[in-house]
């Protein structure tokens, strides 16, 4: 229900004053009404416009034409006033949202840089906002982009003379260490923290300027002092660095070799794909840790920066050798895997199928960093991707297979039915009357493994366990069957059956329930298989999906 609203003494009130059937027609009310809308367009309520509208309309029934028309045309010439209005509202709101967030920045810049930053881009998005471009003209929009350029040129200059400013110092105090070399007669201990604190100032002075653009002239005056300083510490401490450096590099591949010690006299049994390849844990070991040693990014650096230190170039040299060696042993055992793998015919079970992309992680990770790696993961891909085909292959050609033969059953079967004579209307139920009688079931589902067990066949026959038992001449004809077609016999589908009852029997049916306290609170769920009593029959005759024989 809407309300139109009275204003008395700068407070507004709100009363529902719906139009019953007896106010109806009442030009004064409609007219109310209007003046009501108009004075919430004056104070930008749009929807309470929209509403007493509504209400002034709801008056004018069952008043003349005559009467009506001064004031549709009233209410018509309102509603033309809201579009545009409710578009200033709200080009006034999103411009006065930009502009506030400029203010902001402007004012944060000195201050707290990275905020006015933050504020800035808040300004500049909601300015290429859709809001913008729906409500704010043209003009309005390229001066307040004018207007964000200028605070962004303030906060750029703002937070360049705050980098340059901080930069200043340790470059200062960097070129005064560096007058003189203070390297000169320092003991290995007292040329470490020398070195530290020197890398400490170089950082600092990076690190102010870090943000500023690189062709800035001042970024780069600063750089090529940076610079000058840098070459000046590499030649004072070339002879501490290259001797430092060689220990670092005998301690750390010392290391190395601790933890990969064995690896070159591991020997292991050659073993199928299927079961994830070798068995060469010290060696695989020895590669990983070979491979991360070689390839630390400070290490690198290292090994470049003493090009000309004899002893840590044969370091490195001697872990490359120790690597190609471990390699080569893994390839070797691969080679021997996969010739053995590639030789076999495609395997049957899942689990075998399945051997080659597991073997491809192992291969992935356990040559990583060689230059073996991609030639031997695409090996492994390559047999698993053939297997594959030709599984879907064999699949596909099963299927064809299964569906032939099950066409060919079909038209079979009726001719081996017949010649058994079989009776119809099989009563389980009255066991005795029907012992020795040869029946016939249309339509059965075989629920044998899935209901029942201790039979080959099971069924409910008219609500009783049916139990039956394959002729060796029917259990022949499934299993050729189904290896022709590399599929099992769908036992989802209705199978019909002629068979001899043969008298009672016993089944175990699948029984479940709920194991409950003395209160009625479940704790356990119980599953089991429970005898049941049920009638046997000899089963001579079977149609069931590619299969229709008879015992004879």
């Given at each position: 229900m809407k309300f139109p609203c009275a204003v008395a003494v700068s407070v507004l009130i709100c009363v529902a004053v719906p139009p019953p059937a007896a106010m109806a027609g009442s030009a004064a009310a409609a007219r109310s009404q209007v003046n009501m809308a108009k004075e919430s367009l004056d104070r930008g309520d749009f929807d309470r416009v929209d509403s007493s509208l509504e209400s002034a309309e709801k008056y004018l029934d069952g008043l003349s034409d005559a009467e009506k028309a001064p004031i549709l045309a009233e209410i018509k010439e309102v509603r033309a006033q809201v579009e545009p209005k409710k578009k200033a509202e709200q080009a006034k709101r999103v411009q006065e949202e930009i502009e506030?967030?400029?203010?902001?920045?402007?004012?944060?810049?000195?201050?707290?840089?990275?905020?006015?930053?933050?504020?800035?881009?808040?300004?500049?998005?909601?300015?290429?906002?859709?809001?913008?471009?729906?409500y704010l003209p043209p003009e309005t929009i390229q001066k307040l982009q004018a207007r964000a350029k200028e605070v962004g040129s303030k906060l750029a200059m703002s937070?360049?003379?705050?980098?340059?400013e901080r930069a200043a110092d340790p470059l200062k105090e960097l070129e005064e260490k560096m007058a003189e070399n203070p390297f000169k007669d320092a003991d290995e201990s007292e040329a470490r923290s020398t070195y530290e604190d020197l890398d400490g100032l170089k950082k600092r002075v990076s690190g102010a300027i870090a943000d500023l653009p690189k062709d800035d002239p001042d970024v780069?005056?600063?750089?090529?002092?940076?610079?000058?300083?840098?070459?000046?510490?590499?030649?004072?401490?070339?002879?501490?660095?290259?001797?430092?450096?060689?220990?670092?590099?005998?301690r750390s591949w010392e290391s190395v070799k601790d933890n990969i010690e064995g690896w070159s006299d591991e020997t292991t049994e050659q073993k199928d794909i299927g079961t994830g390849g070798w068995d060469l844990p010290k060696t695989s070991n020895a590669v990983r840790q070979i491979t991360t040693w070689l390839n630390d990014e400070d290490r690198k650096k290292l090994r470049a920066?003493?090009?000309?230190?004899?002893?840590?170039?044969?370091?490195?040299?001697?872990?490359?050798?120790?690597?190609?060696?471990a390699a080569e042993k893994m390839n070797d055992a691969f080679k021997k895997i996969m010739d053995d793998a590639e030789k076999k015919p495609t395997p049957t079970s899942r689990f075998d199928l399945e051997g080659p992309s597991t073997f491809a992680v192992n291969i992935d990770h356990a040559f990583e960093g060689t230059k073996y790696h991609d030639a031997n993961v695409a090996r492994v891909k390559k047999l698993d991707a053939r297997w594959q085909a030709e599984v879907e292959a064999k699949r596909k050609g099963g299927e064809e297979t299964y569906k032939k033969m099950s066409a060919e059953a079909s038209a079979a079967w009726p001719k081996i039915e017949?010649?058994?004579?079989?009776?119809?209307?099989?009563?389980?139920?009255?066991?005795?009357?029907?012992?020795?009688?040869?029946?016939?079931?249309?339509?059965?589902?075989?629920?044998?493994?899935?209901?029942?067990?201790?039979?080959?066949?099971?069924?409910?026959?008219?609500?009783?366990?049916?139990?039956g038992y394959y002729e060796p001449a029917i259990k022949a004809a499934l299993s050729d069957a189904a290896h022709k077609t590399g599929m099992d016999i769908d036992d989802h589908a209705p199978w019909d059956l002629v068979a001899v009852v043969q008298g009672p029997a016993r089944l175990r049916q699948r029984t479940s329930g709920t194991l409950k306290t003395k209160s009625d609170v479940e704790v356990a769920k119980l599953e089991?298989?429970?005898?049941?009593?049920?009638?046997?029959?000899?089963?001579?005759?079977?149609?069931a999906g590619p299969v229709a024989v008879g015992a004879k």
């Open positions: 506030r967030h400029l203010r902001q920045a402007e004012s944060d810049m000195n201050s707290s840089p990275g905020s006015a930053a933050d504020v800035l881009k808040i300004a500049r998005e909601r300015l290429d906002s859709d809001d913008a471009k729906k937070n360049k003379k705050d980098a340059l780069k005056a600063i750089n090529a002092r940076l610079a000058a300083v840098d070459k000046k510490i590499t030649a004072a401490s070339a002879k501490w660095m290259s001797a430092i450096a060689q220990q670092e590099v005998a920066d003493n090009k000309d230190n004899a002893t840590v170039q044969a370091t490195f040299a001697e872990a490359e050798k120790a690597l190609a060696a017949s010649s058994l004579k079989p009776q119809s209307g099989f009563n389980p139920s009255d066991v005795d009357a029907w012992k020795g009688k040869t029946i016939v079931l249309h339509g059965v589902y075989n629920r044998a493994g899935w209901d029942f067990i201790d039979a080959d066949f099971a069924a409910r026959v008219n609500g009783m366990p049916v139990a089991g298989w429970l005898p049941v009593d049920a009638v046997g029959i000899k089963i001579i005759a079977l149609r």
